[in-house]
Each structure stands twice: as structure tokens, then as C-alpha cells.
């Protein structure tokens, strides 16, 4: 019996340290949509890790969301926050802002976007990108849906700005995203985002970004684990094309 409480903690702590690899340059904004029909709205998650000891590791991350619903258009602004310190080195403190505006229209709606965005994992000092596109909803019964979104975006990325090998980096991209909820209970549910982004002038360069997300839900409170997968076919700089990261968390509504 022993034994098997000890398995399970290190299974925990594993599952909570695994959140050191992350490349945010694909952020998931579906996970916060769940209150969306209301007229004013804020969502607040938090997740995060303290060891100390043989291995000292701090890391945590938190994401905001504010909606405001006006008949057909829907307002929202997502903030969110990384970082990760591992033996006094400091590997991520990553920032992203996000505004976007949808124009309903039944099911379905018309969007635009704005983001900011660094990432000093990635060393990427700034990622700005703006776009919009049409989201079509392909299935709805009850409260699972599968959803389907195209659009184009323009996106000004720079790298290793107080280096010799600074990059700066223009694209246009198109993008195509699935969206997907199903309740296995009145509780118990799934997310699962997908996008695919293509470079208009390179399809050899595209962004690939996955994420399922399994709730527990309680009052006001969501609890949450998801895994990410992240992949970019051609770095722009010395770095991995592929990272993963496993998160346990717990979401806020307010």
C-alpha cells in the first residue's frame, strides 16, 4: 500500500514538472469560452510547481479572460503569464495579450484579432500578429459542438535582439483550426483545439499546435489537465521544432 502511495506521488510530481518544456507561440484561447452567452464575464486559471531541494525548480503560469456580450458582438481580452526558474536560472518569463472581437451571426461568427506576445525560451523578444477569419459551426447537440475556423494573418517576429544573430521575421499565414467539446457528465468534459498554420509564401513553413483538455467541474471552479503538442517545421533559429508539455490546473469564474 505503501508502495503504491509513493508511485503515485512521483507520477504527480512528474506530471507537474513535465510543464518545462513550453513554445508559446501558438496560444489556445477556446478553454476560456465557456461563459461566453453571458454579458459580462471574467475566468481566471492557475497552475503551477515548487521543488526545492536535490532539484530547485519554481514555475507557474496564470491566464485572464475578459468578455462583455453587445447583441451580436462579443469583446474579449485574454492575458496570460509564464515562467519557470530551474537552479537559480531563469528559462522562461513569457507574456501574451490577446484581443479579439467575433461578430455572431447564429452559431456561427466573423473575427478579428490583435497579440502581442514574448518569449524568452524561444528567444524571441517580440511576436505581433494580426488577422481575422470565418468559425463555422459543423455539429451542435446540446452542449458538444465541433466547430471549424479559417482566416489569414500578418505576423512580425524578432529574435535575439541584443545578439550578432538577430532575426527579424515577416510572414503572412493562412489558418485553419478545429474546435471540438463533448461531456462525458454534467461534470466531467473535453476540449480539444487544433490549428494549422501555413506561411502563404512557403508551405514548407507551418506551425502545427494540438491541445486536449480534460475538466472536473465544481462551483465557480474547473478543475483541468491537458497535454500540448507544438511543432515548427523550420526554426527560425537554433532551437527544437517540437515541444510538448503536460499541465495540471485549476480555472476560476467569476
Do not use: C
Amino acid at each position: 500500500m505503501q508502495r503504491n502511495i509513493q508511485k503515485i506521488h512521483l507520477l504527480f510530481q512528474l506530471i507537474l514538472s513535465s510543464t518545462i518544456a513550453s513554445a508559446q507561440t501558438i496560444i489556445n484561447t477556446e478553454n476560456m469560452m465557456s461563459e461566453i452567452d453571458e454579458s459580462f464575464s471574467y475566468n481566471m486559471n492557475f497552475q503551477g510547481n515548487l521543488n526545492i531541494g536535490n532539484i530547485d525548480l519554481i514555475q507557474f503560469s496564470t491566464a485572464h479572460q475578459v468578455s462583455k456580450s453587445l447583441n451580436q458582438n462579443l469583446f474579449r481580452l485574454l492575458l496570460n503569464y509564464d515562467y519557470i526558474k530551474q537552479s537559480g536560472t531563469e528559462i522562461s518569463s513569457d507574456f501574451t495579450g490577446q484581443f479579439r472581437y467575433n461578430y455572431r451571426i447564429r452559431e456561427n461568427s466573423i473575427f478579428a484579432f490583435f497579440q502581442v506576445q514574448n518569449i524568452k525560451s524561444l528567444r524571441m523578444n517580440h511576436r505581433y500578429i494580426s488577422g481575422g477569419g470565418y468559425r463555422y459551426r459543423m455539429l451542435q447537440k446540446g452542449e458538444n459542438y465541433w466547430d471549424l475556423s479559417a482566416g489569414v494573418f500578418f505576423e512580425d517576429e524578432l529574435y535575439d535582439k541584443d545578439l550578432g544573430t538577430q532575426q527579424q521575421i515577416y510572414n503572412w499565414r493562412y489558418s485553419f483550426s478545429s474546435f471540438f467539446k463533448y461531456k462525458f457528465s454534467k461534470k466531467f468534459f473535453i476540449n480539444l483545439a487544433v490549428y494549422y498554420q501555413i506561411n502563404t509564401s512557403n508551405t514548407n513553413d507551418f506551425r502545427l499546435f494540438l491541445e486536449p483538455r480534460l475538466y472536473y467541474s465544481l462551483k465557480n471552479i474547473d478543475l483541468f489537465v491537458d497535454w500540448t503538442h507544438r511543432f515548427h517545421s523550420t526554426p527560425y533559429i537554433d532551437i527544437l521544432r517540437t515541444d510538448n508539455s503536460i499541465d495540471i490546473g485549476i480555472e476560476f469564474k467569476l
